[in-house]
């Protein structure tokens, strides 16, 4: 019998020596088929409380990367647990495996164990940690980049309103003033990169793979896709959607009057949609936090009442922490706590419009986490990352309805459809983005000698940006143009890690098609796919949600017409 495990709370300085009882009584337990649930029950409850540990010291980290006491206790869990337990956690799954035995409800993920088995090397476990390390030391210089503006000193996500101001002069000067801030780190970001390939390099040998794509994919266990199919779909979208970008950019600059569309003219300075014409002031859909979260969860509840319960839970529980702030790590994400079966989601708002969509985006991830939670065992939730992003992505579409105040939400009937325009404008322009992004990748990691030269990664990114990227002239800015994959965080942090976004959109906007005819229905197979948890394969759980999992010009032709047509339909709204 596995002894009592106390909380995560309460147990989270503990190093390997804490953790190494539990794992031994595992292995030394008497294992067959009449003990088999009991011993699953257990190590599921393991899992569970050692998952939330780590989940609990790297959320504190980026919470305040500032904070010299959680930057301890999350490097001390990563170089005095982390690789015991990975160890350990080998040593379990192996010994499962070595049974013969498949209970009900395990078939897929006992296929990822196989594949996790067959790619364990005790050797990585060392390198893992100091390649976490070493990427942390990204999120360190990003996240204390500041500029003075208007008298204050403001972390670079809290300009991102200013690069939403119709004053196409105030964008300019904030846009060179972010820009150079943001270069001035170069150096800093490239000697990160150097310090990382190598790593990578070490790890993909060690487990016998010919190049570090070749190990993610193992890692990410990318069983119903290959290298080929990320290659087929980059194809795809430079068919099928650069030219509806190339489009909607012209519509924009003939809406601005500009010669041209510049950098500073888009409302994040670098890819989105352009920035509203003078006298037409960006979209501010709340003013405090408790509006936030009372709206939000007023939208949640229109689309299915459950969700919004679960939405509801959150706030009780103080399961998010949305608001930007000096030395908060960037980005925002929904990460879980399995021992408590909750999910927690961080994000850094500023007050725009963006902000209630990765709301909305997060949202869509955490009632991934409450649906799937039903499962009785933690082996059971290792969802592809590919179908995680159709739960977020899917509740963007399935919530723009109801953005208006009449339905619960933010805006009046013209500004509600002037929100939806523009998510559906930025669904547009993600993807060739994206492509920049896994198409720099793929190179990277097939030209990993080249890559350590940081002149040759700027060569490359510039190489995809032109290929996807139109209607917007970077001329004279070669250093701002080359330098866009320092300003990716997953290059850095999570490498191959989204192209699963661009998958996962097109997943999602399936969903939306299948709302616009049947909203019921629609969110019901939605919450019945979330439920799934890894039970099943990507091509299930996508069929499950009413979608095809797909890479081909077709599929997703039919996504960029549904998606243009409905620009249309609002313009005239």
Same mark, same amino acid.
């Given at each position: 019998?596995?002894?009592?495990?106390?909380?995560?709370?309460?147990?989270?300085?503990?190093?390997?020596?804490?953790?190494?009882?539990?794992?031994?009584?595992?292995?030394?337990?008497?294992?067959?088929?009449?003990?088999?649930? /009991?011993?699953?029950?257990?190590?599921?409850?393991? *899992?569970?409380?050692?998952?939330?540990?780590?989940?609990?010291?790297?959320?504190?980290?980026?919470?305040?990367?500032?904070?010299?006491?959680?930057?301890?206790?999350?490097?001390?869990?990563?170089?005095?647990?982390?690789?015991?337990? =990975?160890?350990?956690?080998?040593?379990? #799954?192996?010994?499962?495996?070595?049974?013969?035995?498949?209970?009900?409800?395990? *078939?897929?993920?006992?296929?990822?164990?196989?594949?996790?088995?067959?790619?364990?090397?005790?050797?990585?476990?060392?390198?893992?940690?100091?390649?976490?390390?070493?990427? #942390? =030391?990204? /999120?360190?210089?990003?996240?204390?980049?500041?500029?003075?503006?208007?008298?204050?000193?403001?972390?670079?996500?809290?300009?991102?309103?200013?690069?939403?101001?119709?004053?196409?002069?105030?964008?300019?000067?904030?846009? !060179?003033?972010?820009?150079?801030?943001?270069?001035? /780190?170069?150096?800093?970001?490239?000697?990160?990169?150097?310090?990382?390939?190598?790593?990578?390099?070490?790890?993909?040998?060690?487990?016998?793979?010919?190049?570090?794509?070749?190990?993610?994919?193992?890692?990410?266990?990318?069983? /119903?896709?290959?290298?080929?199919?990320?290659?087929?779909?980059?194809?795809?979208?430079?068919?099928?959607?650069?030219?509806?970008?190339?489009?909607?950019?012209?519509?924009?600059?003939?809406?601005?009057?500009?010669?041209?569309?510049?950098?500073?003219?888009?409302?994040?300075?670098? !890819?989105?949609?352009?920035?509203?014409?003078?006298?037409? *002031?960006?979209?501010?859909?709340?003013?405090?936090?408790?509006?936030?979260?009372?709206?939000?969860?007023?939208?949640?509840?229109?689309?299915?009442?459950?969700?919004?319960?679960?939405?509801?839970?959150?706030?009780?529980?103080?399961?998010?922490?949305?608001?930007?702030?000096?030395?908060?790590?960037?980005?925002?994400?929904?990460?879980?706590?399995?021992?408590?079966?909750?999910?927690?989601?961080?994000?850094?708002?500023?007050? =725009?419009?963006?902000?209630?969509? #990765?709301?909305?985006?997060?949202?869509?991830?955490?009632?991934?986490?409450?649906?799937?939670?039903?499962?009785?065992?933690?082996?059971?939730?290792?969802?592809?990352?590919?179908?995680?992003?159709?739960?977020?992505?899917?509740?963007?579409?399935?919530?723009?309805?109801?953005? *208006?105040?009449?339905?619960?939400?933010?805006?009046?009937?013209?500004?509600?459809?002037?929100?939806? #325009?523009?998510?559906?404008?930025?669904?547009?322009?993600?993807?060739?983005?994206?492509?920049?992004?896994?198409?720099?990748?793929?190179?990277?990691?097939?030209?990993?000698?080249?890559?350590?030269?940081?002149?040759?990664?700027?060569?490359?990114?510039?190489?995809?940006?032109?290929?996807?990227?139109?209607?917007?002239?970077?001329?004279?800015?070669?250093?701002?143009?080359?330098?866009?994959?320092?300003?990716?965080?997953?290059?850095?942090?999570?490498?191959?890690?989204?192209?699963?976004?661009?998958?996962?959109?097109?997943?999602?906007?399936?969903?939306?098609?299948?709302?616009?005819?049947?909203?019921?229905?629609?969110?019901?197979?939605?919450?019945?796919?979330?439920?799934?948890?890894?039970?099943?394969?990507?091509? =299930?759980?996508?069929?499950?949600?009413?979608?095809?999992?797909?890479?081909?010009?077709?599929?997703?032709?039919?996504?960029?017409?549904?998606?243009?047509?409905?620009?249309?339909?609002?313009?005239?709204?």
């Amino acid at each position: 019998m596995l002894p009592s495990l106390p909380t995560a709370l309460d147990a989270l300085d503990w190093t390997w020596p804490e953790f190494e009882p539990y794992y031994a009584e595992l292995q030394a337990r008497p294992l067959d088929a009449a003990s088999l649930n /009991d011993w699953l029950v257990d190590w599921s409850r393991l *899992a569970s409380f050692i998952g939330e540990i780590s989940s609990r010291v790297s959320l504190a980290y980026d919470l305040d990367t500032t904070n010299a006491d959680s930057e301890k206790r999350y490097f001390g869990f990563l170089e005095k647990a982390a690789p015991q337990v =990975q160890a350990a956690e080998n040593g379990l #799954t192996k010994r499962l495996l070595a049974t013969g035995l498949e209970p009900d409800g395990l *078939a897929v993920p006992l296929r990822n164990m196989r594949a996790e088995v067959a790619l364990f090397r005790e050797a990585n476990l060392q390198l893992f940690t100091e390649e976490r390390k070493v990427a #942390t =030391q990204y /999120d360190k210089i990003v996240g204390g980049q500041t500029v003075e503006w208007e008298g204050q000193e403001r972390p670079l996500p809290q300009m991102r309103p200013v690069f939403a101001d119709p004053d196409r002069a105030v964008r300019e000067r904030a846009w !060179w003033r972010v820009r150079e801030r943001q270069l001035a /780190d170069r150096d800093a970001l490239n000697e990160i990169w150097r310090q990382l390939l190598p790593l990578r390099r070490r790890i993909a040998a060690n487990a016998d793979c010919a190049d570090y794509r070749a190990f993610v994919w193992k890692q990410y266990q990318r069983f /119903d896709y290959t290298p080929a199919d990320c290659e087929s779909f980059q194809n795809a979208i430079e068919a099928v959607v650069v030219p509806a970008v190339s489009r909607l950019y012209e519509r924009h600059r003939r809406r601005l009057g500009l010669e041209v569309l510049r950098p500073c003219d888009l409302s994040n300075g670098e !890819w989105l949609r352009p920035a509203p014409p003078p006298g037409r *002031a960006a979209l501010q859909p709340y003013t405090n936090a408790d509006d936030l979260l009372t709206n939000t969860t007023a939208i949640f509840t229109r689309v299915d009442p459950q969700l919004g319960a679960h939405f509801d839970t959150m706030r009780h529980e103080q399961l998010l922490d949305l608001d930007n702030r000096k030395g908060k790590a960037p980005g925002g994400y929904c990460t879980y706590f399995p021992q408590m079966r909750r999910p927690f989601i961080f994000m850094n708002a500023v007050g =725009q419009h963006t902000d209630i969509q #990765t709301l909305l985006h997060e949202g869509g991830h955490a009632f991934h986490a409450f649906e799937s939670s039903r499962l009785p065992l933690v082996q059971q939730l290792n969802t592809p990352m590919e179908f995680n992003e159709v739960a977020s992505m899917g509740m963007e579409f399935l919530a723009g309805p109801y953005l *208006a105040a009449s339905a619960g939400g933010y805006y009046s009937e013209a500004d509600a459809a002037r929100a939806r #325009t523009e998510h559906l404008e930025d669904a547009l322009l993600f993807w060739p983005y994206m492509a920049v992004v896994d198409a720099f990748q793929h190179w990277v990691y097939t030209h990993p000698a080249e890559a350590l030269d940081t002149d040759a990664c700027d060569a490359a990114w510039r190489v995809q940006w032109l290929r996807f990227m139109p209607g917007v002239d970077w001329s004279g800015l070669e250093a701002e143009l080359v330098t866009g994959w320092h300003r990716k965080l997953h290059i850095f942090r999570a490498p191959f890690y989204y192209v699963e976004y661009g998958l996962a959109q097109l997943g999602a906007a399936q969903v939306w098609r299948n709302a616009r005819r049947n909203q019921a229905e629609a969110v019901v197979n939605y919450r019945r796919a979330l439920a799934l948890g890894g039970t099943a394969t990507l091509p =299930q759980l996508f069929s499950a949600a009413g979608a095809r999992f797909a890479f081909d010009a077709e599929t997703l032709g039919q996504a960029v017409s549904l998606m243009e047509s409905t620009l249309a339909e609002l313009e005239g709204a």
